[in-house]
């Protein structure tokens, strides 16, 4: 059997390596970890902007996120906790829902459906790029509840809910705030 300071040693320096050499890798982030094997890895490498990699900083997931966010939404739902033609508003306080979709002078907030978030047709814009842009220039952690917040008082819909698909996080931001509910 190989030793595992030696096994994790190799994993670390093979990684770095292949971030150092890479044109199209700016920075990556490695995990390993098994209880069963007893090993326990956790690197980065890279920058992102002026900033050095750090195995601890915070990271988003994206897109897979997503995909946890729609199955324990159809959990919540088998178990009878929600439904996907609950209106949001059930859910979320007064304050965030406040003119959170206004759409050609019309307040539409109160008719957003949990199947319009994870259909990605709520009307809602995106917060994620626009964000990180101004994040980028002052760094801060920010929770999601700031982020749509933030979404709702610099961004406009950009259509009725249930009328047109458009990809944003702002979607899911929503449903984990739903589920902290």
């Not at 971030?19 to 069963?36: F, G, M, R, T």
């Not at 994206?62 to 995909?67: D, H, Q, T």
Request: charged share 30%.
């Amino acid at each position: 059997m190989m030793d595992r300071a030696i096994v994790a040693s190799t994993i670390e320096s093979r990684f770095r390596k292949k971030v150092q050499n890479s044109e199209k890798i700016k920075s990556a982030y490695l995990l390993v970890h098994s209880d069963k094997l007893n090993i326990h890895l956790n690197v980065a490498e890279g920058k992102t902007g002026s900033m050095d990699a750090h195995p601890n900083q915070p990271l988003h997931l994206a897109s897979v996120g997503k995909l946890f966010t729609a199955t324990i939404t159809g959990i919540l739902r088998d178990k009878g906790e929600l439904d996907f033609e609950d209106k949001i508003s059930k859910y979320l306080d007064r304050e965030l829902m406040g003119q959170l979709h206004v759409y050609k002078e019309r307040d539409y907030s109160d008719e957003i459906k949990i199947s319009h978030l994870l259909k990605q047709t709520s009307g809602l814009n995106d917060v994620f790029y626009k964000l990180y842009e101004k994040l980028l220039k002052e760094p801060q952690v920010i929770s999601p509840l700031k982020a749509v917040c933030w979404g709702k008082e610099n961004l406009k819909p950009f259509a009725e809910p249930g009328k047109k698909h458009f990809y944003t996080d702002t979607n899911y931001y929503l449903m984990g705030l739903i589920f902290d509910s």
